[in-house]
């Protein structure tokens, strides 16, 4: 019986570690903690159930075993500010007033398009249309846009360049070569393609550019050709 629940015990916490070191991505809506409860619950359940020649009471005791084991971890995430933050983690800002923070995306297993599809979930196309934006601890996202942010976001802007590498599908949907945007990135001071966190460009002519460890700059300019989307 008392192998049962250290075998139980020592799957949880294994299961909330890797869970916490997975990421906001793979959270969803729960707290780590609930999420592995939800799964060893439903696994602990089953096996019993499918496998006679298991005992019933070693599931009971280690559904019973989690029970308990979620409401010790409830009491300390409600008591402990510490370990509020240890087991369930703390919101990531991922956008600030200087930009993309990079180091917050990477500490989430996240990437500039996953950031970028956030923001259109969340109606907000362009990426100096927040202020503000974060993963919470549950990984749900939340941002807190600018005053005048609609009018920041007349046309889509599409990724040309992400983490120092072009997009070569959202290029020729522009119509604008490689060597258009690398002018521009050369008249910014731009020596390598490497340095550039992201460039975004939208029909308009508006470019969102951040260099890495660097804060974001807004540019506006005229397409050849009349160039538009």
Known sequence: MVLVILRTAILFFTLLLIMRLMGKRQIGEMQPFELVITLLIAELACIPMADASIPLL???????????LHEIMTLLDLKLKPMKSLISGKPSVVINKNGIDEYQLKRNSLDISDL???????GFFSLDSVDYAL????????????ENYEELQTSLPLVIVESGNFDRKNLAFTGLGEAYFREILQGEGVKKIKEVLVLTADGTGKLYLQLKGEKFRVLRVSYPDGVTW
């Open 58 to 68: 070693y599931g009971v005791v280690s559904v019973v075993t989690i029970f308990v």
């Open 116 to 122: 970028i599809e956030s923001l259109r979930t969340a």
């Open 135 to 146: 993963y919470e601890a549950n990984g749900q996202f939340s941002a807190l846009p600018k």
